[in-house]
């Protein structure tokens, strides 16, 4: 399937590793042309040059200027932004009982505030051109909660509320804005994930993750490349009639319609 994007610019946050980078790489054979970003700017340099055509720029979206400075830099390299993946780490696992005030600032400043900035750049030459896409990478916990992730889920949900008006004010242009919702993916952040749960409850990380296995009706993690296949096609001019919503790749994990 022609997925219409090569030549587009696509901006992936957060990609020298995990999910982020399974996007950006999707969306490189596709053919479009990829920003790489992340903290370590010696890495994403790195990842892009593995890539067919995309750069790599060191960014920090918890500095103030950093999500200016990246589009800025994104924009130099290839041109305006066609699609805009939204990414960023988790904060702490912990139980709601167990957050303190603080953190719930933190989360919406880590998942919220610069993912809003980096929107309000990139999305109005999007609609001045008649097509863009955003696509954030978020959470299972938006829609079920997690028991430990509870931090995450706070934060992630608030996100979904301003990408879901965002996508009411944007559908008339053309810009598609989703999110896509991860269950147990086999990354790095989910092993460390498995190995603080298997030391909280005293048995190994193999009991650990065939526990977490049992609730997945797809009997499996899924993989980084499975994901990122579904991340293209949301990006995708096949997707053009998909927006508002949030997508779950979890192999049937979680518990509602």
Request: glycine letters at 10%.
């Amino acid at each position: 399937m022609d997925l219409g994007i090569s030549g587009k610019t696509a901006l992936v946050c957060a990609s020298t590793s995990g999910l982020g980078r399974a996007v950006a790489t999707a969306l490189a054979h596709e053919g479009a042309d990829v920003i790489v970003s992340g903290r370590r700017s010696e890495l994403a340099r790195d990842i892009a040059a593995r890539l067919p055509s995309a750069v790599g720029i060191g960014a920090d979206l918890l500095d103030p200027l950093g999500p200016e400075r990246l589009v800025e830099a994104a924009t130099a390299a290839f041109g305006p932004i066609d699609i805009l993946i939204l990414n960023g780490p988790g904060p702490r696992p912990a139980p709601v009982t167990a957050i303190e005030p603080h953190e719930l600032r933190d989360a919406v400043d880590t998942l919220v505030t610069p993912h809003h900035r980096l929107s309000a750049l990139t999305v109005p030459t999007m609609r001045q051109r008649g097509w863009g896409r955003v696509l954030a990478i978020g959470s299972s916990a938006v829609v079920t909660p997690i028991g430990d992730l509870s931090l995450s889920g706070i934060g992630r949900t608030a996100l979904a509320a301003y990408l879901k008006m965002l996508a009411t004010e944007a559908a008339p242009d053309g810009v598609t804005v989703n999110m896509l919702l991860p269950g147990r993916i086999a990354t790095d952040r989910v092993a460390r994930l498995d190995t603080a749960r298997a030391a909280e409850h005293g048995w190994d990380v193999a009991a650990e993750r065939a526990a977490s296995v049992a609730g997945i009706p797809a009997g499996r993690y899924g993989t980084p490349e499975e994901f990122a296949r579904v991340a293209a096609f949301l990006c995708s001019g096949n997707a053009s009639y998909v927006t508002g919503t949030a997508v779950r790749c979890d192999g049937g994990q979680a518990p509602v319609l």
